[in-house]
């Protein structure tokens, strides 16, 4: 993989650096992860209790942002699709993007480095442990911060004169007499002191100079007596730069990217400390579908076998440095939390990382998806279905010394779309030349009706990406065949959850077998359209630039998805229906949660819940008290929709049990 990730680097690089390239892949403007906060207000947590040792941060949550009981501030992006071969899943991402996910007001005005993100821990008692016997923590007490970085990712490489650097606060902010005015008092700023720093550089060569390591680790020893303190703090915080040849074409905010993971603070410890009792996933689950991430489920129970993956893919990862016997096993659940498949891969041995890498006990790392995954009874008809893929791994009877990291979750939807993708872009797609055109390929189960086609749009600065558009469906593309082309259409951006936008085909179309779902482009401007990254549709894209169809040379995911069926509710409902909806208790403290719908609200309707990244976890039709029992606690969103129509603005909800 790592070989192959690194060709493809080149690769990338070369295209976005030739004058000549027909497909092009550029960093994001923004981040829509963080851009549905934008209008929120942040607040910090409220002072209390300082942490104690020993801190430990993997960032293996749900992002967007970082946990507040650790961190002060919500520049980071937390996120499982930038990190290569990460430590365990989960990854900080320090980028030019602010914690509303657009690009600093520093970047238009320095034309060298600015500081950008910052990563700053509440404050840590450095003066004092406190286990059995409390006791003074002195400098002779071998007090270490640890974690491992990565510049660039699958994001955009730091140059040379960026930079990602650790500094501990060396003495906090005070009032002092004004001496000019000795009557009155000024205010003196934190003074923060530079304890590390790593220069900006690609992973290619990154990896080279590190012995073909895509994560190096740091370790800081604290061991000066003005840092033992109560109200000890440390930060990361990254310098971003732009081509001193500023343009709206290479002017874009997720640049500069370096991956921070596996942050460790205690003491007792020494330089070889760099090893932890704790087995770990190091990726996210996946679809049980072979490429694709969501179908209709109408197009999936035709031939299931058909369109399911032989075995899953499992980084496990065991970050100790002796060997550890553990057991695997993953369980699908149904919408009601019923489990409806269980696979038992039995206990294992797994060698450390260091040493043999992931493991490769085919059991575990490629294990079989077990016939009629979905269980008995589950191929009847239905407008859409929901799954969970849970994977859990434990070292002993009560697990290793940090169990968040032992259990992943892919969320299976089956709706009335298409995707390749998994809702997230990493980058920006398009095609340079005029009349240029690109599609993607979608094989269906049986003849239905094409109603929409949602294309993910990437914001970029001035617009310069916003130019008219033609809507097309092919049969096929050598010789092309199309079956339908609109008029021109402008580009869109979606502004809730979802940020997809679907453009209606008028008359929705019959469909079969094979079709293409695309563009053409009507100036010699590409469009600039969401590309996942960390999923794959590889022999599903093809663009023509130049009048002949080729396959696209890119892994990931171009974020298009075909909608179908009219008897399904549409997939981004538009125009909302006049009235108040609740949603009540907020915070859920149980299990319930409940929805008082608008009076005029009338028929069929269906309720999404999204969580804080804007992922579907849950859908239910019909229902207006909700078990939520199998969400965790954390911010979500929900949505009523009727077909074609959004029954009132996402509600914001907490499950705080």
């Known amino acids: 993989m790592t070989k192959k990730f690194l060709l493809l680097l080149c690769i990338v690089l070369a295209g976005l650096a030739s004058s000549q390239g027909q ?8 981040n829509p992860a963080k851009m549905q906060f934008r209008d929120s207000v942040f607040t910090k947590t409220e002072p209390g209790t300082a942490l104690t040792l020993p801190l430990r941060e993997d960032f293996s949550y749900a992002g967007p942002y970082p946990d507040p009981m650790l961190w002060e501030d919500n520049y980071v992006f ?12 989960g990854t900080a991402t320090f980028d030019a993007l602010n914690a509303q996910g657009e690009i600093y007001s520093e970047a238009e005005e320095d034309n060298y480095q600015f500081s950008a993100d910052f990563l700053t821990s509440r404050p840590i008692r450095l003066d004092s442990v406190f286990g059995s016997e409390p006791a003074a923590l002195q400098p002779s007490d071998s007090i270490m911060l640890t974690f491992f970085y990565q510049p660039q990712g699958r994001g955009s490489a730091p140059r040379q004169r960026d930079s990602l650097v650790v500094e501990f606060l060396h003495t906090p902010g005070y009032y002092t007499e004004d001496p000019e005015n000795p009557d009155e008092e000024i205010w003196v700023d934190d003074l923060w002191e530079s ?28 061991d000066e007596e003005i840092y033992l303190r109560d109200d000890f703090q440390f930060r990361f915080r990254n310098y971003a730069s732009f081509p001193l040849s500023k343009t709206p074409d290479n002017f874009a905010g997720n640049i500069s990217n370096w991956n921070v993971d596996y942050i460790t603070l205690d003491y007792g410890r ?13 990726a996210p689950a996946q679809s049980i579908l072979q490429d694709l991430q969501s179908m209709p489920w109408s197009h999936y129970i035709i031939d299931p076998e058909s369109r399911q993956r032989a075995r899953f893919n499992v980084d496990i990862a065991n970050l100790d440095n002796m060997t550890l ?13 019923s489990v409806v498949r269980n696979y038992n891969g039995g206990t294992r041995n797994i060698a450390p990382f260091h040493i043999g890498g992931y493991q490769s006990f085919e059991e575990h790392a490629n294990p079989i998806l077990v016939p009629n995954p979905l269980g008995s009874g589950a191929l009847q008809p239905a407008p859409s279905r929901l799954f969970k893929i849970n994977h859990v791994i434990r ?9 968040r990291n032992d259990t992943i979750v892919f969320r299976q939807v089956f709706d009335n779309y298409f995707a390749f993708d998994d809702g997230s872009p990493e980058n920006g797609y398009g095609i340079a030349g005029f009349n240029a055109k690109g599609a993607v390929r979608f094989i269906l189960s049986h003849t239905d009706t094409l109603e929409a086609v949602q294309f993910y749009f990437n914001p970029t600065l001035y617009n310069q990406s916003v130019h008219p558009f033609i809507l097309k469906v092919w049969k096929n593309l050598e010789p092309e065949t199309v079956l339908y082309e609109s008029e021109p259409v402008s580009v869109e951006f979606g502004e809730s959850l979802n940020q997809f936008v679907s453009f209606p085909l008028d008359p929705p179309l019959a469909v ?4 293409y779902v695309g563009w053409e482009q009507t100036t010699n401007e590409f469009l600039n359209i969401g590309y996942d990254l960390s999923s794959t549709a590889t022999g599903h894209i093809f663009f ?36 108040e909806m609740k949603v009540y208790p907020n915070p859920v403290r149980h299990n319930s949660l409940n929805i008082e719908l608008p009076q005029n609200l009338t028929g069929d309707y269906e309720v999404r819940i999204f969580d804080a990244s804007g992922r579907l976890v849950s859908t239910y039709h019909n229902q207006n008290r909700l078990d939520v029992s199998s969400l965790v606690n954390g911010m979500y969103f929900l949505q009523v929709t009727t077909r074609g129509a959004v029954a009132a603005e996402p509600s914001r909800f907490i499950i705080a049990r």
């Open 23 to 30: 497909e092009i892949l550029r960093p994001l403007a923004g």
């Open 78 to 89: 937390v996120n499982t699709g930038f990190a290569v071969n990460p430590k365990s899943f």
């Open 195 to 222: 304890i590390w720093r790593a220069e900006g550089e690609s992973l290619e060569s990154f990896v080279e100079n590190n012995d073909s390591t895509f994560f190096k680790q740091v370790a800081l020893f604290i």
């Open 270 to 282: 020494s330089v070889a400390d760099s090893f932890y009792y704790d087995i770990a996933f190091a």
């Open 325 to 337: 016997n553990y057991s695997y096993r993953y369980y699908i659940t149904d919408e009601q939390g």
């Open 395 to 403: 070292q002993g009877d009560n697990g290793d010394s940090w169990t």
């Open 512 to 515: 079969s077998d094979t079709i």
């Open 544 to 579: 023509n630039s130049h009048g002949e169809w080729l396959p696209s040379i890119y892994e990931g995911a171009l974020m298009i998805r075909p909608v179908f069926g009219p008897q399904t509710i549409t997939h981004t409902p538009t125009e909302p229906i006049p009235g």
